[in-house]
């Protein structure tokens, strides 16, 4: 929120927290499941095609991979909307513009920079749905580049230097009492398995040796 447009009725007020409580919410679901949809395409393929097919290092191609598309994503939505925004907003610099780009995708928006708010600008509605595209998909694209940075294998050893490591006897001392019980467990199972098959033998009378030898001598 940039904060040039905001709620004065307690109604009006009311109805921006319950709003605020479902739409952000639902807004950071929206942009988790289409950038885990879109990095599949722009940055898990491109480096297993460049891996598999002429045999590079696969962590190599990533970090390439990860440094041009970061380049790629500050030209398209930092330098080259800083240059329009220049040029439509009448009292903005290029300075200016790019700070408004970079407060806005880095969801800083202070708000001391809003394009459209000028009365003389023409085609007003249509410039703001522009801008709200913008934003939109700068957004994402900025979610990418963190997910394909993210996703380095030299991130991934850094970020493991901030974990919380286990200690290695507790979880010793828990797989051993895992094991201990599913021992017992088995064996408890094994036993009552006999006995239910002792249970279900049917009865067979055993012939006396005396019979036995009788029937012999006959």
Avoid at 21 to 50: D, E, N, S, W
Avoid at 87 to 98: G, P, Y
Avoid at 111 to 130: A, H, S, T, W
Wanted: with cysteine; net charge negative.
């Amino acid at each position: 929120g940039y904060g040039h447009t905001v709620p004065l009725s307690d109604g009006g007020k009311a109805f921006c927290i319950i709003y605020s409580v479902i739409g952000i919410p639902f807004t950071l679901l929206f942009l988790t499941a289409v950038v885990q949809r879109i990095i599949v395409y722009v940055t898990r393929r491109p480096v297993l095609y460049f891996h598999v097919r002429w045999g590079f290092s696969k962590q190599v191609v990533a970090i390439i991979h990860a440094v041009v598309l970061g380049f790629v994503t500050v030209s398209c939505f930092f330098f080259i909307p800083a240059a329009i925004f220049s040029v439509l907003e009448d009292d903005w610099n290029f300075l200016e513009s790019f700070y408004f780009c970079f407060i806005s995708l880095s969801t800083i928006g202070l708000g001391d920079y809003v394009p459209g708010e000028g009365y003389n600008q023409k085609f007003r509605e249509l410039y703001k749905i522009g801008i709200t595209c913008y934003l939109l998909l700068g957004l994402i694209a900025m979610l990418v580049v963190l997910e394909t940075f993210c996703e380095l294998h030299e991130l991934k050893k850094f970020r493991k230097l901030f974990y919380v490591k286990k200690d290695k006897e507790e979880d010793q001392v828990h797989i051993m009492e895992h094991d201990q019980l599913s021992f017992s467990s088995i064996s408890d199972q094994a036993t009552s398995m006999k006995e239910d098959q002792k249970a279900n033998e049917p009865f067979v009378t055993s012939q006396s040796p005396t019979s036995n030898d009788s029937s012999i001598n006959n």
